[in-house]
């Protein structure tokens, strides 16, 4: 039985945790499927028994990693992926609207219940791929993607910090709502990452991407290690058999 931790982007980090942890066994394997970008679409089918990618982006990577086209109940998989909000935040929109549970007078009001039905929107693809491996028995859980940033181009670009706080935290809070209905574990952010107002502190966050230019969301090694670790502790007390494996 191998580990995979797959997902989007905010994969990198973990990978990176995982080597300053050391002592990589062979079979527990990162990677990742790709952009967060494709998790707006449908990207899966559910076909005897397992579950296939649809964008043919994740099978090439999967097929690669796993040797393998699908997913079944063989392994045990990491899924980074759900609480990657900075797609719905970085619209123009939320220059001019703000959720009307927060005090901005001059912008225009949106209730909770369009804010929940965006990030609804935003989140069925996931929730329907989720739901397949649910289906077919498949050993997983989820990890969190890393919270936006206070620094980040989303509020460089004029959308005030309350409203990311209130929207990155709204999202959350709908995606692992429907995880503990649908009995699916979650590992969220490390402890001690976040601040006050639920940003990823600056000491966490990546600077420069690999060609140099500045890191728009993404987590640095640091906090790649501390989710490394949780991932250990959460196989510890749920698959104990896959600690050597793990550790």
Known sequence: MSLFICGNSHT????????????????????????????????????????????????????????EESIDDSHIWGL???????????????????????????????????????????????????AQLKQINAKFFVISCPPVRRNSVIAESGIPLDVIAAIDSRARQRFTDWLTEQGIPFIAPPEGTIDDQGFLLNEYSQQKTVGGKRDPHHANADYGTLMYKKVQEFLAQNYPDAMQAAS
């Open 12 to 67: 990198a980090a973990i990978k990176q945790g995982m080597i300053r942890v050391g002592k990589k066994p062979a079979d527990v394997h990162i990677f990742a499927l790709g952009s967060g970008a494709y998790e707006t679409a449908p990207f899966s089918d559910l076909r005897n028994d397992r579950v296939f990618f649809s964008e043919p982006l994740f099978t090439e990577r999967l097929k690669t990693a796993t040797s």
């Open 80 to 130: 980074v992926t759900g609480t990657h909000n900075s797609r719905i935040l970085r619209g123009e929109f939320w220059k001019q609207a703000a959720p009307t549970y927060l005090d901005h007078p001059n912008l225009r009001p949106v209730s909770r219940a369009v804010v929940d039905a965006i990030i609804d929107d935003d989140q069925r693809y996931i929730r329907t791929f989720l």
